[in-house]
T-cell receptor, first 116, second 113 residues
Framework: AQSVTQLGSHVSVSEGALVLLRCNYSSSVPPYLFWYVQYPNQGLQLLLKYTSAATLVKGINGFEAEFKKSETSFHLTKPSAHMSDAAEYFC??????????????FGKGTHLIIQP | GAVVSQHPSRVICKSGTSVKIECRSL??????MFWYRQFPKQSLMLMATSNEGSKATYEQGVEKDKFLINHASLTLSTLTVTSAHPEDSSFYICSARARETQYFGPGTRLLVL
């Protein structure tokens, strides 16, 4: 069984400040981890993914995440927030790369608010 | 590349009727598609895995006869909500797998009156 916990349903940061969205996972097998972003009334867009290669993963729009096995974490960061980053962010886990066979298990999501 | 569409984007129906939602991969072929359900301000829950040419695999607690899935071609999967009731109102999102990544459609908002 797999599960994902995202700490903080809402995170508010000032424009230009560091963005940190937390994700912890539980998996009985080596996990594949993903971050997706969802804008209002839209589907999900893949930000980045970890598939057992480099532990520091760089994604689109300046986001990156680091896989820490000892902490079972995969936190998402961005050095400087932009207003356009305001959205819902989901962390997801799968036992297969891309969720090929099992689908994805999602966290509850974190709503990122950017203050001007 | 890797664009997934859904149709309709929004549908309102009366209780007891059936609604079909289409999921298409526009520029790639997908042997595997997934259907998720998202309640307001909540996360996505995997409903079923749709494999081209074979029966769908449903997650525990998802009624097969209620949510009929057909994956007749490599670019199209359909989800039919049969005898819809107000509690079926939700946001339904599909994804298609390509190159070890899931690409998501824009979602279909279903409201059952």
């Amino acid at each position: 069984a797999q599960s994902v916990t995202q700490l903080g349903s809402h995170v508010s940061v000032s424009e230009g400040a560091l963005v940190l969205l937390r994700c912890n996972y539980s998996s009985s097998v080596p996990p594949y981890l993903f971050w997706y972003v969802q804008y209002p009334n839209q589907g999900l867009q893949l930000l980045l993914k970890y598939t057992s290669a480099a532990t520091l993963v760089k994604g689109i729009n300046g986001f990156e995440a680091e896989f820490k096995k000892s902490e079972t974490s995969f936190h998402l960061t961005k050095p400087s927030a932009h207003m356009s980053d305001a959205a819902e962010y989901f962390c997801a886990v799968s036992s297969n790369s891309g969720g090929g066979a099992d689908g994805l298990t999602f966290g509850k999501g974190t709503h990122l608010i950017i203050q001007p | 590349g890797a664009v997934v569409s859904q149709h309709p984007s929004r549908v309102i129906c009366k209780s007891g009727t059936s609604v079909k939602i289409e999921c298409r991969s526009l520029d790639f072929q997908a042997t595997t598609m997934f259907w998720y359900r998202q309640f307001p301000k909540q996360s996505l829950m995997l409903m079923a895995t749709s494999n081209e040419g074979s029966k769908a695999t449903y997650e525990q607690g998802v009624e097969k006869d209620k949510f009929l899935i057909n994956h007749a071609s490599l670019t199209l999967s359909t989800l039919t909500v049969t005898s819809a009731h107000p509690e079926d109102s939700s946001f339904y999102i599909c994804s298609a797998r390509a190159r070890e990544t899931q690409y998501f459609g824009p979602g279909t908002r279903l409201l059952v009156l």
